[in-house]
């Protein structure tokens, strides 16, 4: 049934003899961000998720192909990775998890890529928008919030909710955009680019490690708001 | 089963009733729901909808009442909705379904939903007698509640 190949490179894995179809489970598609240029680009996942899977494994590839070892925690050149996994959305026990994968400014004695992984409803949300990971490149040269709506990418200015706690943030966005709408944001101790401060999402899901709302912040990036209405395709519905 | 206006509020059914006390918003009915009958996981396709503000803590599972009075019985014009008898529950004829929405704007809980695809709505069918929903809810927030006259 299945088989292990070795290409080359520099472990072997396995492939599968019959036919896998990889827009079960996956969406297909990676959003790269980029927020120097205010542009987003839709990139095909397959080339990351067959030998990768997802959720860190992603983050570290992107990592390893475009983000050199000079590049600090707070530089523009530094990716921010937002990956669930392949069953990150469906009802498989303990799924709704996914990672961020940055270069985090709390690494002591150089400032590595570490991941941090976040609960909730957020990652569930960016697959049923139809995305397997979100990549957030550059630097804005003003506050940005970003609202995905499925194929809708919105860069919206965000100078009137700084200073605000992720509370309020969070509550005016839902009235603003969409109640059903998933938030990822900031406090007060991100933007002043502290090294200890989180991304949050709703009240309780919180990437606690590694200190990436630092990071977020130096994109100047207060909030993610995502809502997606489309459907994942599960393989063996019985 | 007629709809006879002496017997209107007392007619018998089973609906799917949620406990907004205890439903921990964690939406395993909403998926349940889409996989059960349309094989995809899909929370905006779900017959039940879990209404939820996470700041404040507030989650109203939401799911069609079967009501009595049944607004969308009387709106359709095609005559597609019709009583089951078994369970008094209020099903859509697919088949004879235009897609006019005029169910959608009668009912007063905005549970019914409308397909762009095949053009038609469609809304909680209370799977027949044993929904899902309430199997799969881990914390029993989700029940089954007879109302209206026995039989």
Redesign the interface.
């Known amino acids: 049934m299945c088989d292990v190949v070795s290409r080359s490179c520099t472990w072997s894995y396995r492939i599968w003899e019959d036919e896998v179809n990889w827009t079960h489970g996956w969406t297909g598609r990676i959003l790269r961000v980029d927020l120097t240029e205010r542009k987003s680009f839709v990139e095909p996942s397959e080339r990351y998720v067959e030998r990768f899977i997802g959720g860190i494994g992603i983050g570290l590839r992107v990592f390893w192909e475009e983000v050199g070892p000079e590049v600090g925690a707070f530089d523009p050149d530094n990716r921010l990775v937002f990956a669930p996994g392949p069953l990150t959305g469906t009802l498989a026990p303990a799924s709704g998890r996914f990672e961020i994968v940055s270069k985090s400014p709390h690494n002591y004695p150089r400032e590595t890529v570490t991941r941090s992984g976040v609960g909730g409803f957020w990652g569930p949300e960016l697959k049923y928008a139809g995305y397997d990971a979100l990549i957030v490149q550059g630097q804005a040269d003003d506050w940005v919030s970003l609202w995905i709506y499925n194929d809708q990418v919105i860069f919206r200015s965000a100078k009137e909710y700084v200073g605000e706690d992720t509370y309020s943030t969070q509550t005016k966005l839902r009235k603003e955009l969409d109640p059903r709408a998933k938030i990822l944001c900031i406090g007060p101790a991100g933007e002043n680019l502290s090294r200890l401060a989180v991304i949050l999402s709703e009240t309780s899901f919180v990437s606690g490690k590694s200190g990436f709302g630092g990071v977020m912040v130096s994109k100047k990036l207060k909030a993610i708001a995502v809502r997606g209405t489309q459907s994942l395709n599960i393989a063996d519905p019985d | 089963m007629s709809l006879d206006f002496s017997d209107i509020h007392f007619r018998y059914r089973k609906t799917v009733t949620g406990n907004s006390k205890v439903c921990t918003g964690c939406?395993?009915c909403e998926?349940?729901c889409?996989?059960h009958h349309?094989?995809?996981?899909?929370?905006?396709?779900s017959r039940i909808a879990i209404h939820s503000?996470?700041?404040k803590?507030s989650f109203i599972p939401t799911v069609c009442h079967q009501c009595s009075d049944a607004p969308c019985y009387y709106a359709c014009p095609e005559s597609a909705i019709q009583i089951e008898e078994e369970f008094g529950t209020v099903q859509i004829d697919a088949e004879k379904c235009t897609g006019c929405q005029a169910c959608q704007e009668a009912c007063p809980f905005k549970v019914i939903r409308f397909d762009g695809e095949t053009h038609k709505v469609y809304k909680c069918d209370f799977c027949h007698g044993n929904p899902e929903c309430v199997m799969w809810c881990p914390v029993h927030a989700l029940g089954v509640t007879e109302f209206g006259r026995t039989k």
Do not use: Q
């Open positions: 939406r395993t998926l349940i889409t996989l349309d094989a995809v996981m899909n929370p905006e396709r503000n996470p700041l803590g």
